[in-house]
């Protein structure tokens, strides 16, 4: 395997190593001819006996110094109670900046329960040394989960969760990836191991009260989506609770409603007045009972009337953006563009002026985005978003921060060109703890309830992990990039097809219990354009970037599948993008811009039915017409036939000839992942959506190649 394949995008880099790796893992040093070291070779054997887990594990720890081949190693046994330490002996070596080292684990029994693996690895790390460990899981899609540590030369502890699933017994790979010179120890891996039904309980809350959509983001009504009672459920999960009292206090201390009742159906619903006035708190109590009528828990929620802000973003019961009361559908890009940044030798990703950060606002806007990530610039370029006339989105920051970022929030949270926060980007694939993460969120709500916090994560893992992590964020969204014609699939899924984006959408929304927007991040990049590929002339690469029809699929698959806004991730990868995917990219930014009416417009039943099964549809009502968004999500070409049809012409978005039904029967051809946008209403044509005589092309310097 090459250098250029193992820098490969972070979180494709390590299927894509246990795929293609040629090397096999032996007692003895391997040396490869790229620069890597080798660190076999750990045997995990674990049995289920009965209804207790007894994990026995063997550790052989072998690990390679890279410059003399000094072999060191350690064994170890696993106790009934699966924990281990290795208890002797420690692993050196040199980092380089594109060094990875594995220690594989081999040799796994068929389990008969899902299992989650806790693996702790001390790691010292000269100073400045940048390390990445994490789990590469081959059995049941990838696992990329683990933490950076930046070295400070001093001995320093991670910790990385793995889950097995039963009835699999493929091999796995603990990862250390170097992305800076220095040294490393590794020394003290510790494993233990519990069924995962055993965690799930484990985390479970003695209860959960919750309002719903779209009040319980703040707990509270703001001034642009306010009414007069709140809905809410409770959700009672300890099994000694047999009552219950649900009691709210309003802010003056007098109670404004109370209910009790029995938990034996697992759940109750309420419905409470909101706080009388703007600026009150109320405070709802659940308390809960055993069957001697003794209190066993007790949790209180406060319910906000927040006072007016002249910044407000909230959303509707469907998902829907408001800002300021007006419905607004995001189309954003992340961060800048890079367009003006090369100078024929070299690239420079910073802008050198303001104007540089105008002059790409100014770019994008032509295109139809209107919004803009800032990434770590936060702040600094809010004023020039709304110079621009576009939205911003800001990344929070850490809780180390915490007393100068909430100072920071609250003196520009009124900015009417602020649309949301980023929190920790992908944060679950990363293996961020729960808490940690949440804290960030709260460290944020707290200066600033007004603009929602939006959370995006790797297109990893399962709805139940995805939903656990749902709690810290105000939106949720996935980013995935499925047009990637060589090396491993970007998603853990089985679809390997662009329909994948509309999966993801559905995971995403199962998460949240269809409870919280969906944003979703596409792709406008080429996966060859990654690592160090950056500087890499397009018509060099042995990938592609997604043609117009692709873009196409993929923004309304995201649409219909529940996405209220899109992200594209992102031109600045590379100065190399070929002008002809900048211009395919154009047209579906452009035409979604068009649509933004339609598609933040009230959700209808689809007016016809379609006997094609790989067919479909959203439909809107907009301005007095329904408009209704088809989309094949099959390789497949059919012929998608309406029926019930009641209308006589049919107009179609992007297509002069309109559709007239006979006895309420129409018929469509759709090309393998085609779209088709139909309505009563009349299309602008092709030449008025999208503006050829504004267009302006990425390039300033005529000589970079074109895409070919």
């Known amino acids: 395997m090459t250098n250029r394949d193992a820098m490969r995008h972070q979180k494709d880099n390590m299927s894509f190593y246990a795929q293609n790796s040629s090397w096999k893992v032996t007692r003895t040093i391997v040396n490869l001819a790229d620069g890597f070291a080798a660190l076999p070779l750990n045997i995990i054997r674990y049995m289920v006996k009965s209804s207790i887990t007894i994990i026995v594990l063997f550790f052989t720890f072998i690990s390679v110094l890279a410059d003399n081949n000094l072999l060191l190693s350690s064994k170890c046994s696993i106790n009934p109670e699966g924990m281990g330490v290795i208890k002797e002996g420690r692993a050196e070596m040199n980092l380089s900046a594109d060094k990875l080292v594995s220690l594989t684990i081999t040799d796994v029994s068929t389990p008969s329960v899902d299992v989650e693996y806790v693996i702790q690895i001390s790691l010292t790390a000269s100073v400045g040394a940048r390390v990445f460990s994490y789990i590469e899981n081959n059995s049941n899609g990838w696992q990329n989960k683990g933490k950076w540590i930046v070295g400070n030369g001093e001995r320093q502890t991670i910790e990385i969760k793995y889950k097995l699933k039963k009835e699999v017994s493929k091999p796995s790979y603990i990862v250390i990836r170097s992305q800076a010179k220095g040294t490393l120890t590794v020394e003290d891996v510790t494993v233990a191991a519990m069924p995962i039904a055993e965690v799930a309980q484990k985390k479970t809350a003695p209860a959960v009260v919750a309002l719903d959509a779209p009040y319980h983001r703040g707990n509270g009504i703001f001034s642009t989506n306010s009414t007069d009672f709140l809905n809410g459920s409770v959700a009672f999960n300890e099994a000694t609770a047999k009552t219950y009292t649900l009691v709210l206090n309003g802010a003056d201390g007098r109670r404004r409603f109370q209910q009790e009742g029995r938990t034996d159906a697992g759940s109750c619903v309420f419905r409470i007045p909101v706080p009388a006035k703007q600026g009150d708190i109320d405070r709802l109590v659940l308390s809960l009972f055993d069957s001697d009528g003794k209190k066993i828990h007790e949790e209180t929620v406060d319910i906000h009337n927040y006072p007016s802000c002249p910044s407000e973003v909230v959303f509707r019961k469907d998902g829907v953006t408001l800002v300021n009361g007006k419905p607004f559908f995001m189309i954003a890009h992340w961060w800048h563009t890079r367009r003006g940044d090369y100078d024929g030798e070299t690239v420079n990703y910073w802008y050198d002026s303001k104007q540089d950060v105008l002059d790409d606002m100014a770019f994008l806007k032509e295109a139809g985005f209107n919004t803009v990530f800032l990434g770590h610039r936060r702040f600094d370029d809010l004023e020039l978003a709304q110079k621009a006339g576009m939205m911003a989105?800001?990344?929070?920051?850490?809780?180390?921060?915490?007393?100068?970022?909430?100072?920071?929030?609250?003196?520009?949270?009124?900015?009417?060109?602020?649309?949301?926060?980023?929190?920790?980007?992908?944060?679950?694939?990363?293996?961020?703890?729960?808490?940690?993460?949440?804290?960030?969120?709260?460290?944020?709500?707290?200066?600033?309830?007004?603009?929602?916090?939006?959370?995006?994560?790797?297109?990893?893992?399962?709805?139940?992990?995805?939903?656990?992590?749902?709690?810290?964020?105000?939106?949720?969204?996935?980013?995935?990039?499925?047009?990637?014609?060589?090396?491993?699939?970007?998603?853990?899924?089985?679809?390997?097809?662009?329909a994948?984006?509309?999966?993801?959408?559905?995971?995403?929304?199962?998460?949240?219990?269809?409870?919280?927007?969906?944003?979703?991040?596409?792709?406008?990049?080429?996966?060859?354009?990654?690592?160090?590929?950056?500087?890499?002339?397009?018509?060099?690469?042995?990938s592609r970037y997604p043609t117009y029809e692709e873009n196409r699929f993929m923004a309304y698959d995201a649409i219909v599948h529940g996405a209220t806004g899109i992200m594209y991730h992102y031109l600045g990868y590379t100065v190399h993008i070929p002008d002809s995917f900048w211009a395919s990219l154009r047209k579906v930014t452009?035409?979604?811009?068009?649509?933004?009416?339609?598609?933040?417009?009230?959700?209808?039943?689809?007016?016809?039915?379609?006997?094609?099964?790989?067919?479909?549809?959203?439909?809107?009502?907009?301005?007095?017409?329904?408009?209704?968004?088809?989309?094949?999500?099959?390789?497949?070409?059919?012929?998608?036939?309406?029926?019930?049809?009641?209308?006589?012409?049919?107009?179609?978005?992007?297509?002069?000839?309109?559709?007239?039904?006979?006895?309420?029967?129409?018929?469509?051809?759709?090309?393998?992942?085609?779209?088709?946008?139909?309505?009563?209403?009349?299309?602008?044509?092709?030449?008025?959506?999208?503006?050829?005589?504004t267009y302006v092309p990425y390039h300033r310097q005529p000589t970079i190649a074109p895409h070919k």
């Open 500 to 542: 994948v984006v509309g999966k993801q959408t559905d995971l995403c929304m199962e998460a949240v219990n269809h409870s919280k927007p969906v944003w979703m991040i596409l792709q406008a990049w080429a996966w060859g354009h990654d690592g160090k590929n950056k500087r890499r002339p397009y018509h060099e690469m042995e």
């Open 393 to 498: 989105i800001v990344e929070n920051r850490r809780l180390k921060d915490k007393e100068k970022w909430q100072s920071e929030v609250r003196a520009n949270c009124s900015n009417p060109a602020l649309l949301a926060y980023y929190g920790r980007d992908e944060a679950m694939a990363l293996n961020v703890p729960q808490d940690e993460a949440l804290a960030e969120s709260r460290m944020l709500w707290e200066a600033d309830p007004y603009h929602p916090l939006f959370y995006n994560e790797a297109p990893l893992g399962t709805v139940e992990e995805q939903r656990a992590y749902s709690v810290i964020c105000d939106v949720l969204g996935r980013d995935i990039y499925p047009v990637k014609p060589i090396g491993s699939p970007h998603s853990d899924m089985a679809d390997r097809t662009l």
């Open 590 to 693: 452009l035409e979604l811009s068009w649509m933004s009416p339609v598609l933040t417009s009230e959700t209808v039943p689809p007016p016809f039915s379609c006997n094609s099964p790989s067919v479909r549809m959203l439909a809107k009502h907009h301005d007095g017409h329904f408009y209704c968004i088809l989309i094949n999500e099959s390789e497949q070409a059919v012929t998608a036939v309406l029926k019930n049809v009641d209308a006589k012409r049919l107009n179609v978005l992007l297509d002069p000839m309109p559709i007239f039904p006979s006895k309420g029967i129409a018929t469509l051809d759709m090309p393998p992942f085609a779209v088709r946008v139909v309505s009563t209403a009349e299309f602008p044509d092709a030449t008025t959506l999208f503006k050829p005589n």
